[in-house]
């Protein structure tokens, strides 16, 4: 890492977080080299900035300015308080998998007692001690994103879970990213989900802070095949501390009559960007990626999806909805390929947003790239303001300013929310919604 | 002491004026109507007794049950049992009727110091209400008026001021929109609802929903006062000679 560029006094070397964390990342050999070809690729490329049409609207030169240095292990004492924040977190009836600080954590995490035909092990374990087609599997991710080259190279930890073909899990799995860091760093985590033919699984996803934890950073990603005739529901929460920085990609391949059900609610960190690439991969295969964000203050929240309809016959359907209060910046980008073989194509998209500031804003970017000619395909963007009218119709039945809004708001996230098939993961994503309009006052 | 008293009411919109000078008073157990042409600012005075947005009042002001309504939020208003049923209601996508409901007299109950209603409690009253104005439990599992049809619409206003028991109804335009048999329903559930402790003022371009619920008093407004006042044969005048005799008045 020779790279000689000049510096500010404050500015850190790119390449410094690489050198000095190196021995503590898994994997010798192939995954030495393969990480440092993607840091080689993340720093040709440095942080994505506005240039990048992909980064158009985040540019993480200005949001976010550097790369923090890797996290320390998680010791005693933070254990302890990231087990205080987990309780408050805490989600009946799953399996919990915990990562402290970009680490798992044996201890706060539930690994006994698996249920026929799953698996589970660290992303460090697989690394480290071979077992080749999981690490091929982990290796898939596209480099040419500079985050997720960033991601190959520093992945430190994470969970790898097989799900055997036939295996039906009745108890969804809970993987809690909690950063613990009083002093800034980040952490970078890599996921692995292998779900088998004819198999099901539920995975949460959950981003939190332990008390104190402020400007760290997550770097996250997560890799998801879903095999033959088999189904995934997904639910994702960002409740990241408001100073913190998420920065998250997900890679989803779909066998043939499979079915993909993802939500996400972003209310958390102060930037975060969401980059899910779903790719159908066999034929009569459905997805439905859906999303809320809800922001206040000067939170900044992206979301960047690709779906890939690359064969016939698959169904897609988006509904993403945006709250914006104060200076909040909320982006959604939708791309939408449909490949020249992907004839009955069925895709529809529909973002909205909700401005409940002259200075909120919203950056709603659907796009549609439609290469056959036998296909069903739509999107639909607006923005606008709370009606007026249906506010004074609630004011006159006696609700405040603020709870006639909070209802309207409820209403106007409701229709992404209630496409959770799961009850117990749509009431988690409605409290989710509801903590941050009871915050909001 | 009058359940409401407006006294010379100047108000405009976008500085102009629709009200010029408008004076009411309405005491307890009465029914008002008030009549008039299109734009003789008849839903003017309902909107600014509600407390709708919009609306400049430049002189004047409204008294209820002796305090001053026009420093009171629309919710403040509704919590003291001012309710206005409303010409056009709004249809509310997502909003279940029931939550709605449920949340509307919870807040009110809650400005007035008084406990939240028990659930049990709720849907029992609910169900009799919805059920003497022919509204069907299906309805009031959809989201607030929406798909309703016009009838409906109106029965779900009359629903809430049943349920809400407020002391002050303003009806306004109630009428339109509906057919005879529509509108004999709204009015058996305005008439169920009168009593001495509750006053009505009755907006209305027709004198036909008067012969349903018929008034104590009649007002006939025209360009933004209220020109001549007396009892219901004032309506049946009205309906004889038409509105133009008042129009030349103003």
């Known amino acids: 890492m020779n790279v000689a560029l000049a510096k500010t006094g404050t500015e850190r070397a790119p390449s410094d977080i690489f050198a000095v964390a190196r021995d503590r990342l898994p994997g010798a050999g192939r995954i030495a080299e393969a990480r440092r070809q993607a840091f080689e690729a993340y720093e040709r490329a440095g942080l994505p900035h506005r240039r990048i049409e992909e980064w158009k609207y985040t540019d993480l030169r200005v949001l976010m300015r550097e790369v923090l240095p890797l996290a320390p292990e998680p010791d005693a004492a933070v254990l302890k308080r990231a087990a205080a924040a987990l309780k408050l977190h805490a989600i009946a009836g799953v399996r919990r998998l915990v990562l402290v600080d ?124 879903i095999g033959d005739g088999a ?109 020249p073989q992907a004839q009955k194509t069925d895709a529809k998209m529909m973002t909205r947003a909700l401005l409940l500031s002259d200075e909120a804003e919203a950056d709603n970017k659907p796009e549609l790239e439609i290469f056959a000619d036998d296909v069903t395909c739509g999107h639909g963007a607006t923005a606008g303001a709370l009606d007026e009218s249906l ?41 989710a919604a509801e903590r941050w309009l009871a915050v909001r006052g | 002491m009058p359940l409401l008293e407006v006294k010379n009411l100047q108000v405009s919109v976008d500085d102009r004026e629709i009200l010029h000078g408008l004076s009411l008073i309405v005491n ?73 409901l449920r949340t509307a007299l919870n807040a009110q109950r809650k400005a007035r110091g008084e406990s939240e209603f028990s659930t049990p409690d709720f849907l029992k009253k609910v169900r009799e209400v919805a059920k003497s104005l022919n509204i069907p439990q299906e309805m009031l599992r959809r989201g607030v008026n929406v798909g309703f049809s016009g009838g409906e619409k109106k029965r779900n206003e009359i629903l809430q001021m049943a349920l809400f028991e407020p002391s002050l109804c303003i009806l306004d335009e109630m009428d339109s929109g509906l057919d005879i048999d529509a509108l004999r329903i709204a009015a058996d559930g305005v008439n169920a609802l009168r009593s001495p402790d509750r006053a009505m003022v009755v907006i209305t371009h027709y004198q036909r929903l008067l012969n349903y619920i018929v008034p104590d008093f009649v007002h006939v407004m025209s360009r933004g006062r209220v020109v001549k006042s007396g009892d219901k044969e004032l309506a049946l005048e009205l309906e004889a000679s038409g509105y133009t005799q008042f129009e030349d008045a103003a």
């Open chain 1, 391 to 431: 506010l004074f119709y609630l004011r006159a039945r006696g609700l405040s300013e603020k709870e006639a809004q909070a209802l309207l708001i409820q209403a106007f996230v409701g229709e992404a929310i209630e496409s959770i098939a799961n009850d117990g993961l749509r009431e988690l994503a409605i409290s």
């Open chain 1, 231 to 339: 189904r995934l529901d997904h639910v994702r929460l960002v409740e990241d501390d408001r100073d913190a920085f998420n920065i998250s990609s997900a890679m989803v391949a779909l066998g043939e009559k499979a079915h993909f059900s993802t939500f996400g609610l972003t209310s958390g960190s102060n930037l975060s960007r969401y980059q899910p690439v779903i790719t159908f991969a066999g034929e009569d295969s459905r997805v439905e990626a859906n999303g809320v964000n809800l922001l206040n203050g000067r939170q900044h929240a992206d979301t960047t999806l690709l779906l890939d309809h690359a064969v016939p016959n698959c169904a897609s359907r988006e509904i993403f909805r945006a709250v914006i209060d104060d200076r909040g910046h909320s982006v959604f980008q939708g791309r939408i390929i449909v490949r």
């Open chain 2, 28 to 100: 307890k157990g009465e029914v008002h109507a008030i009549m008039g042409p299109n734009g003789s600012g008849k839903s003017t005075l309902s909107h600014v007794i509600a407390g709708k947005p919009g609306y400049e009042v430049t002189s004047g002001e409204i008294l209820f049950q002796g305090e001053d309504l026009l420093a009171m939020s629309p919710d403040e208003r509704s919590a003291r049992g001012v309710f206005l049923a409303f010409q056009y209601p709004v249809e509310i996508p997502g909003v279940a009727t029931m939550t709605f």
């Open chain 1, 102 to 225: 970009g680490v798992f954590a044996p201890k706060l995490s539930e690994t006994a007692d698996l249920e026929q035909g799953l698996g589970i092990r660290t992303l460090r374990d697989v690394l480290e001690a071979g077992d080749s087609a999981h690490q091929a599997q982990l290796l898939t991710p596209d480099n040419s994103d500079a985050m997720v080259a960033l991601n190959s190279a520093m992945m430190t930890d994470g969970v790898v879970i097989e799900v055997a073909d036939n295996a039906v899990l009745t108890k969804p799995l809970h993987i809690v990213h909690i950063a613990s860091g009083a002093t800034p760093f980040a952490m970078f985590t890599r996921s692995l989900l292998k779900i088998g033919r004819a198999a099901s699984a539920t995975l949460v996803e959950s981003y939190i802070a332990a008390n104190g934890a402020k400007a760290y950073q997550v770097h996250d990603s997560l890799v998801v095949s």
